[in-house]
């Protein structure tokens, strides 16, 4: 073997861990599970180093730009007095806020034919959600019911019958 590039091809052709050479591939992987945790273990603690210089360094230039009076956020105009952000960048910003809000209020959303929930789709006959939302609801419905240590149960039904005593239709 000349160079490692040859070798890291050799042995992740006859399904070998590239990185130790003792033990077999994991199914179409180039390591084995014992060196796969290692690398994994190896990049956390690189980020973790690399976030902290990245966000000591980004704090020192953001407490540079405010003391320089330019706006902190496109970093080329000056910023509004007693602010840290510039005219343009702050219109910017509330127009993005803006844009996210519906102008119709949640409560009348279904009236409209809009969704309840997301306020953009239009809504499935008789639910008041729309399709993706409904889904999501289901899905959130089952977790509910799987979660729970007995399955679903009808306590809520027999509570009932407890108070109301067993009557329905106000009969």
Same mark, same amino acid.
Request: hydrophobic share 25%.
């Given at each position: 073997?000349?160079?490692?590039? @040859? @070798?890291? +091809?050799?042995?992740?052709?006859?399904?070998?861990?590239?990185?130790?050479?003792?033990?077999?591939? #994991? $199914?179409? %992987?180039?390591?084995?599970?014992?060196?796969?945790? %290692?690398?994994?273990?190896? +990049?956390?603690?690189?980020? @973790?180093?690399?976030?902290?210089?990245?966000?000591?360094?980004?704090?020192?230039?953001?407490?540079?730009?405010?003391?320089?009076?330019?706006?902190?956020?496109?970093? %080329?105009? $000056?910023?509004?007095?007693? &602010?840290?952000?510039?005219?343009?960048?702050?219109?910017?910003?509330?127009?993005?806020?803006?844009?996210? %809000?519906? +102008?119709?209020?949640?409560?009348?959303?279904?009236?409209?034919?809009?969704?309840?929930?997301?306020? &953009?789709?239009?809504?499935?006959?008789?639910?008041?959600?729309? #399709?993706?939302?409904?889904?999501?609801?289901?899905?959130?419905?089952?977790?509910?019911?799987?979660?729970? $240590?007995? =399955?679903?149960?009808?306590?809520?039904? &027999?509570?009932? &019958?407890?108070?109301?005593? =067993?009557?329905?239709? =106000?009969?």
């Amino acid at each position: 073997m000349n160079n490692r590039k @040859e @070798e890291y +091809d050799f042995y992740k052709s006859i399904g070998i861990c590239v990185r130790c050479h003792k033990n077999a591939a #994991e $199914p179409n %992987k180039v390591m084995c599970i014992e060196c796969a945790d %290692k690398e994994r273990d190896i +990049d956390k603690r690189k980020r @973790e180093k690399n976030i902290t210089q990245s966000r000591s360094r980004d704090r020192e230039k953001y407490y540079n730009l405010k003391a320089r009076g330019i706006c902190v956020y496109c970093k %080329k105009r $000056p910023a509004i007095p007693g &602010k840290t952000k510039c005219s343009k960048c702050i219109a910017k910003i509330r127009s993005r806020k803006n844009a996210n %809000k519906s +102008d119709i209020p949640r409560s009348e959303r279904v009236s409209y034919g809009i969704c309840y929930i997301c306020g &953009k789709n239009r809504v499935i006959k008789d639910h008041g959600v729309c #399709e993706n939302c409904y889904k999501i609801r289901l899905q959130a419905m089952e977790k509910c019911i799987d979660n729970r $240590p007995n =399955g679903f149960n009808d306590s809520w039904k &027999k509570d009932n &019958k407890l108070v109301f005593g =067993g009557r329905t239709n =106000g009969k």
